[in-house]
């Protein structure tokens, strides 16, 4: 059974799908500096979903970027699913990120001339493959997954706001990724949707043995999470 340090946000041992070690993130220039994450490590294992929660400013959202290989940290590594994302060259890293993370933000960020099928099957395009019969019927079950498969060829228009949060998700895991890096998922919409879209984020999370984190600013959306992590100018606070 896996250990967790509660200094750290470290799992000590088990099926690891994220482990970041000791970033550090500094931006800015000479005397003009901050210090967005401070020697930060935390793992994730599969099929447990971790919240980070915190201030505005207090580095949820410096974290989650260089998880995902957006931004490059100072010093430090990420290694999802065993590949040290921060020491490939931009291409690999890129493949990489369309492949083994799947990204859930505050908005949607469908494409609105694409059903909700279509949205799904558009991430075996940016993976850099046709998609076949199979990738149908993934997608297909990955709606069903999320209560959509009757809605499956409705645009996003034509879906209510938690509806597109669904699609998202879904689209999210199309690619079988390690990780979800999920970032303030219910901040667009009304707290009994929220907690639904947190919900079904646990859900998926251990149905498909990934590992997610994610950061969000509302407390009461907390109760599903396999951990809690704070963070306070840019490091974990012990609790």
Same mark, same amino acid.
């Given at each position: 059974?896996?250990?967790?340090?509660?200094? /750290?946000?470290?799992?000590?041992?088990?099926?690891?799908?994220? %482990?970041?070690?000791?970033?550090?993130?500094?931006?800015?220039?000479?005397?003009?500096?901050?210090?967005?994450?401070?020697?930060? %490590?935390?793992?994730?294992?599969?099929?447990?979903?971790?919240?980070?929660?915190?201030?505005?400013?207090?580095?949820?959202?410096?974290?989650?970027?260089?998880?995902?290989?957006?931004?490059?940290?100072? @010093?430090?590594?990420?290694?999802?699913?065993?590949?040290?994302? /921060? %020491?490939?060259?931009?291409?690999?890293?890129?493949?990489?990120?369309?492949?083994?993370?799947?990204?859930?933000?505050?908005?949607?960020?469908?494409? @609105? %001339?694409?059903?909700?099928?279509?949205?799904?099957?558009?991430?075996?395009?940016?993976?850099?493959?046709?998609?076949?019969?199979?990738?149908?019927?993934?997608?297909?079950?990955?709606?069903?997954?999320?209560?959509?498969?009757?809605?499956?060829?409705?645009?996003?228009?034509?879906? @209510?706001?938690?509806?597109?949060?669904?699609?998202?998700?879904?689209?999210?895991?199309?690619?079988?990724?390690?990780?979800?890096?999920?970032?303030?998922?219910?901040?667009?919409?009304?707290?009994?949707?929220?907690?639904?879209?947190?919900?079904?984020?646990?859900?998926?999370?251990?149905?498909?043995?990934?590992? /997610?984190?994610?950061? /969000?600013?509302?407390?009461?959306?907390?109760?599903?999470?396999?951990?809690?992590?704070?963070?306070?100018?840019?490091?974990?606070?012990?609790?």
């Amino acid at each position: 059974m896996s250990q967790v340090s509660k200094a /750290t946000g470290d799992i000590i041992s088990g099926a690891t799908r994220l %482990s970041a070690k000791n970033l550090r993130l500094v931006l800015g220039d000479g005397d003009q500096t901050v210090t967005a994450l401070n020697d930060v %490590s935390l793992s994730i294992a599969a099929g447990e979903f971790v919240a980070v929660v915190g201030p505005s400013g207090s580095g949820k959202s410096s974290l989650l970027a260089v998880c995902g290989g957006l931004r490059s940290p100072t @010093s430090g590594s990420v290694l999802i699913g065993g590949v040290d994302l /921060t %020491s490939l060259p931009e291409r690999a890293r890129t493949q990489l990120r369309s492949t083994k993370i799947g990204f859930v933000f505050q908005q949607s960020n469908l494409v @609105s %001339s694409l059903s909700a099928i279509d949205q799904l099957l558009l991430m075996v395009h940016v993976a850099g493959r046709s998609p076949t019969v199979a990738d149908r019927d993934r997608a297909r079950a990955l709606l069903a997954g999320v209560g959509l498969d009757a809605r499956r060829d409705r645009r996003p228009g034509q879906l @209510s706001g938690g509806e597109n949060q669904r699609v998202g998700i879904a689209r999210a895991l199309m690619n079988a990724p390690e990780i979800l890096l999920v970032d303030e998922p219910t901040s667009m919409l009304d707290h009994n949707r929220g907690a639904e879209i947190v919900d079904l984020l646990a859900r998926q999370t251990k149905e498909h043995s990934v590992g /997610t984190l994610m950061v /969000t600013h509302d407390p009461t959306m907390l109760g599903v999470a396999s951990r809690v992590l704070q963070m306070d100018d840019g490091k974990f606070r012990a609790t």
